[in-house]
């Protein structure tokens, strides 16, 4: 009986390419130490740091949670179907894709305006310094990984050059990172401290 062989590319060269990767796993390592400075600040003063996050809307945080998950799907799904060559349906979930990601940023401006109507800005305390910087970087993210998907969205529309697949494998790589990253920075930030 032949030995199955083992597809090694696959392992060195991960879906969207391995520089995406080591972007990805940059990415984390950023937010990881900010987490980690983040609960370590609140230990010096534990009080500070729990009125302040009693003070953010976890609604708006778990909405926007599912808003970036629901997405994820439906980046998930595009790729899926890119791979089948239906390029039309792949189309209809980039959007989807993308409309999730629009929802994000248009929830997430309405939570920052009500902060910064209450006089919570960069400098108001420690908590909210994190909190600002952690949710602003994600902010960028997500609006670099909009750019990304617009691209890709305009490129599957022209239909006379069908993007690579890597180029899709490389946009879903990316946009997951958002929502990963989403998920270590909502419940340390608006459920635990």
């Known amino acids: 009986m032949k030995k199955p062989e083992i597809n090694y590319k696959n392992i060195y060269y991960p879906p969207g390419g391995i520089l995406m990767w080591i972007l990805i796993t940059l990415e984390l390592i950023t937010f990881g130490i900010a987490l980690i400075a983040l609960v370590a600040y609140s230990k010096e ?22 808003f ?36 994000f940023l248009a929830l997430k401006a309405i939570e920052y305006s009500e902060k910064l ?26 609006l670099v990984g909009l750019i990304i998907l617009s691209f890709l969205y305009f490129s599957l529309k022209k239909r006379k050059t069908q993007p690579k697949l890597e180029d899709v494998e490389a946009s879903a790589a990316f946009w997951h990172m958002c929502d990963l990253i989403w998920l270590l920075l909502f419940p340390v930030i608006y459920l635990i401290l």
């Open 68 to 103: 970036l998950l629901v997405s994820g799907f439906f980046m998930a799904t595009t790729v899926h179907l890119f791979k089948r060559q239906k390029f039309d349906k792949s189309l209809f979930y980039l959007k989807l894709t993308m409309l999730g990601g629009f929802l």
């Open 117 to 142: 109507n209450l006089g919570m800005s960069l400098d108001f305390n420690t908590f909210f310094t994190f909190y600002w910087l952690l949710t602003g970087f994600h902010v960028i993210h997500v």
């Open 45 to 66: 003063n534990p009080e500070l740091y729990h009125e302040s996050r009693l003070k953010l809307n976890t609604s708006y945080g778990a909405i926007n949670t599912v």
